[in-house]
């Protein structure tokens, strides 16, 4: 539950941060609204219901997750970037010990 309000909170983040001025940064809200959504769907799915098949769901919406924000990290800084850093090593973590079989 603790990873699913991070998740939320992080939607504010991306809203609020103030160094979106770049060609890349400036959808950066609007794009990872929806990779978070996907997390959160996936994510309860899997905890409500776990399966092989919302397990790899799951996987997969962590994978992306990760990606998008690894691609994000230059359009943000101080907290917001330490904060991005900490989730992508928490989620890696997560993935890693995931068990889909």
């Known amino acids: 539950m603790k990873k699913l309000i991070l998740l939320i909170s992080l ?3 991306f809203a609020c941060s103030s160094n979106d001025d770049s060609s890349n940064c400036a959808d950066i809200s609007e794009q990872g609204i929806a990779v ?3 997390l959160f769907d996936a ?3 899997y905890f409500n219901t776990p399966s092989s098949a919302s397990c790899l769901a799951y996987t997969e919406a962590i994978s992306n997750y990760i990606t ?3 691609s994000i990290l230059d359009c943000l800084e101080g907290t917001d ?3 991005l850093q900490a989730e992508i090593v928490e989620l890696q973590l ?3 010990n995931l068990n889909c079989d």
Do not use: D, K
């Open 11 to 13: 939607v504010f983040v």
């Open 43 to 45: 994510s309860v799915i």
């Open 81 to 83: 970037l330490s904060e």
């Open 68 to 70: 998008y924000s690894q």
């Open 36 to 38: 978070i959504e996907a």
């Open 94 to 96: 997560e993935l890693t």
